[in-house]
């Protein structure tokens, strides 16, 4: 049968190469079989160190997935892996949109053709597999939606209890409905992600039984670092000179930012991207810890924009993500909604690119970068593409008018008439 995405063939071929767990602050080693995702010394977040030196690639031939790079995933018996066949998302070159921003290499890495439709699904087939592996019958995530679709999709494939906390009222329709047919068991909390997000802290720190599947569990990092593989792989070995990508809690840019320094120690690539950040202007922490030059990120309360997925005023990963920017001389950008959906409609209309609001705010974001003069005309740019169009079904009331004519087809000119329309 012919090989596919994230095709089970490829497993077994390999195992993962030493790799340790580790503090991100303070550098204490933590056992890599730990299902508790903070320093016990210092609180800090935690990270997945490979041991790479440059050496011979094993993954050469092998089709483009998340799996491909089974070498640099932390799972380490392929008896566990839940996999729907994620990752080898298109990279799509977008000349009409470049053009009008003067820039000729303009990429989109659309991650809304992962199974879920968004880039949760790289993260989760290897952490969900990693919960089987550490035994765990029951997860629980806080989302804005995509996470909880993701996790409702491999805890099914996988036979796991899933359990959702989300803000109520505040998820689009589409994400509701793919955690309700997976089956999860869907708690609502009044508030914001935060609140959510701090009930599931709480909850995991109490209850041992339940596997925290957010972006703090290092493990799903190290799914979402192959994107910066992918995109490595599909330019044929070139990095990108910029990487633009929207930033809710931070665990995707850093995980992104991860991938491309592990394929540089590889020796696959020679130099690294420059990672710019974009989050809505009325929730956006760590665009403002950027541009104060601040090395702490200040909540923001009750943040606001129509980019539902990265309403979120308490980025539990920040400081990975503002490591992220300044290790690259990246940096952030903020963008209205006005601009969101501007950029939403363009991508779909002039490069047939249907991506939910959240995600355009890469292609916002990198207007403003042109604008500032932050990226050269001349730059070879990637914008992350985070979620599909299809999820946010609210933007609806948003889109300009659009005329649905009637045809009576019974009439004997409907053709001549039809043709007067166009
Ligand atoms: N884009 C989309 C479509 C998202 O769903 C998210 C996060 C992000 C961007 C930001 O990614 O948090 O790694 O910086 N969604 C989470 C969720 C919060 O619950 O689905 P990040």
Same mark, same amino acid.
């Given at each position: 049968?012919?090989?596919? %995405?994230?095709?089970?063939?490829?497993?077994?071929?390999?195992?993962? $190469?030493?790799?340790?767990?580790?503090?991100? =602050?303070?550098?204490?080693?933590?056992?890599?079989?730990?299902?508790?995702?903070?320093?016990?010394?210092?609180?800090?977040?935690?990270?997945?160190?490979?041991?790479?030196? /440059?050496?011979?690639?094993? $993954?050469?031939?092998?089709?483009?997935?998340?799996?491909?790079?089974?070498?640099?995933?932390? &799972?380490?018996?392929?008896?566990?892996?839940?996999?729907?066949?994620?990752?080898?998302?298109?990279?799509?070159?977008? /000349?009409?949109?470049?053009?009008?921003?003067?820039?000729?290499?303009?990429?989109?890495?659309?991650?809304?053709? =992962?199974?879920?439709?968004?880039?949760?699904?790289?993260?989760?087939?290897?952490?969900?597999?990693?919960?089987?592996?550490?035994?765990?019958?029951?997860?629980?995530?806080?989302?804005?939606?995509? !996470?909880?679709?993701?996790?409702?999709?491999?805890?099914?494939?996988?036979?796991?209890?899933?359990?959702?906390?989300?803000?109520r009222g505040k998820i689009a329709a589409g994400k509701m409905l793919q955690v309700m047919i997976h089956g999860?068991?869907?708690?609502?909390?009044?508030?914001?992600?935060?609140?959510?997000?701090?009930?599931?802290?709480?909850?995991?720190? %109490?209850?041992?039984?339940?596997?925290?599947?957010?972006?703090?569990?290092?493990?799903?990092?190290?799914g979402q670092k192959t994107l910066a593989y992918e995109v490595c792989d599909q330019l044929n070995g070139e990095?990108?000179?910029?990487?633009?990508?929207?930033?809710?809690?931070?665990?995707?840019?850093?995980?992104? $930012?991860?991938?491309?320094?592990?394929?540089?120690?590889?020796?696959?690539?020679?130099?690294?991207?420059?990672?710019?950040?974009?989050?809505?202007?009325?929730?956006?922490?760590?665009?403002?810890?950027?541009?104060?030059?601040?090395?702490?990120?200040? /909540?923001?309360?009750?943040?606001?924009?129509?980019?539902?997925?990265?309403?979120?005023?308490?980025?539990? =990963?920040? !400081?990975?993500?503002?490591?992220?920017?300044k290790e690259s001389r990246g940096t952030a950008e903020t963008v209205s909604d006005k601009q969101i959906l501007?950029?939403?409609?363009?991508?779909?209309?002039?490069?047939?690119?249907?991506?939910?609001?959240?995600?355009?705010?890469?292609?916002?974001?990198?207007?403003?970068?042109?604008?500032?003069?932050?990226?050269?005309?001349?730059?070879?740019?990637?914008? &992350?593409?985070?979620?599909?169009?299809?999820?946010?079904?609210?933007?609806?009331?948003?889109? /300009?008018?659009?005329?649905?004519?009637?045809?009576?087809?019974?009439?004997?000119? $409907?053709?001549?008439?039809?043709?007067?329309?166009?």
């Open positions: 049968m012919a090989c596919q %995405r994230g095709q089970p063939s490829q497993r077994g071929l390999a195992m993962p $190469w030493p790799y340790r767990l580790r503090c991100f =602050n303070c550098h204490t080693q933590h056992p890599t079989q730990t299902t508790h995702y903070q320093c016990y010394k210092c609180g800090g977040l935690l990270e997945i160190i490979f041991q790479i030196s /440059p050496r011979k690639i094993p $993954w050469k031939g092998r089709g483009l997935s998340v799996w491909k790079y089974r070498e640099l995933l932390p &799972v380490d018996n392929d008896r566990f892996i839940t996999t729907l066949a994620e990752g080898g998302t298109g990279l799509h070159h977008c /000349p009409r949109l470049g053009r009008e921003m003067d820039l000729k290499r303009l990429y989109v890495k659309n991650e809304g053709e =992962n199974p879920t439709g968004s880039f949760k699904d790289r993260g989760m087939t290897v952490a969900l597999s990693k919960a089987r592996e550490l035994r765990k019958r029951r997860v629980v995530c806080a989302s804005t939606g995509n !996470t909880a679709a993701s996790l409702a999709a491999y805890s099914a494939r996988a036979g796991l209890q899933c359990m959702v906390i989300v803000p999860a068991t869907i708690f609502q909390v009044s508030g914001d992600f935060d609140e959510a997000m701090s009930a599931v802290a709480t909850l995991t720190e %109490r209850r041992k039984g339940f596997h925290l599947m957010n972006s703090i569990n290092p493990f799903r990092l190290e990095s990108p000179d910029a990487i633009v990508l929207p930033v809710g809690n931070g665990g995707n840019i850093s995980a992104i $930012w991860k991938g491309f320094g592990e394929f540089q120690t590889l020796g696959v690539t020679k130099a690294t991207p420059r990672m710019i950040a974009v989050q809505a202007q009325r929730a956006a922490p760590i665009a403002k810890a950027v541009r104060r030059k601040q090395d702490r990120v200040q /909540p923001v309360t009750n943040p606001q924009t129509i980019a539902s997925a990265i309403r979120i005023g308490t980025p539990v =990963n920040s !400081t990975k993500v503002l490591q992220a920017i501007e950029a939403q409609r363009d991508l779909a209309s002039k490069e047939g690119i249907f991506v939910e609001p959240a995600s355009a705010a890469s292609i916002a974001g990198l207007r403003r970068s042109r604008e500032t003069g932050f990226i050269d005309r001349s730059d070879l740019v990637v914008c &992350v593409t985070t979620g599909h169009g299809l999820k946010d079904p609210s933007i609806a009331g948003h889109i /300009p008018h659009h005329e649905i004519y009637t045809l009576k087809i019974t009439h004997p000119d $409907w053709i001549e008439r039809l043709e007067r329309i166009l």
